[in-house]
């Protein structure tokens, strides 16, 4: 059974730093698009960044301010976020496909359970 587990969420200050992993098993995820999404209270859920291969697509309001990058010897995707703003507080999840997939996340079969993220003023 392929299972996507985030951790690193928390609490930070606007302008701090966090870093969230997505440990990923029961699948040869390496060739699978991984991506991040989050979703706001009251808001839908929204993409923030993915990783195809060696190639990076962001959101354009996280672009410059998180890095997605993935191990994949330890079969995990992170994303580093920095310059946290109060509007990057959300949960965020991993998703994980097999296909060559883009920023709809009914696209993407696999999800993890998400982490809280946020970020006070």
């Known amino acids: 059974q392929a299972q996507l587990v985030e951790s690193g969420g928390g609490l930070v200050q606007a302008g701090g730093s966090l870093r969230l992993s997505c440990a990923a098993s029961g699948r040869a995820f390496s060739t699978y698009t991984m991506a991040w999404f989050r979703q706001a209270p009251g808001k839908e859920r929204e993409f923030v960044a993915r990783?195809?291969?060696?190639?990076?697509y962001y959101a354009d309001s996280v672009k410059g301010r998180f890095t997605i990058s993935r191990d994949n010897a330890k079969n995990t995707v992170y994303l580093q976020m920095n310059s946290l703003k109060p509007e990057d507080t959300a949960v965020y999840y991993c998703a994980a496909d097999p296909r060559l997939v883009g920023r709809d996340a009914n696209d993407y079969r696999y999800w993890g359970q998400g982490t809280q993220v946020t970020v006070s003023s």
């Open positions: 990783r195809s291969g060696s190639i990076t």
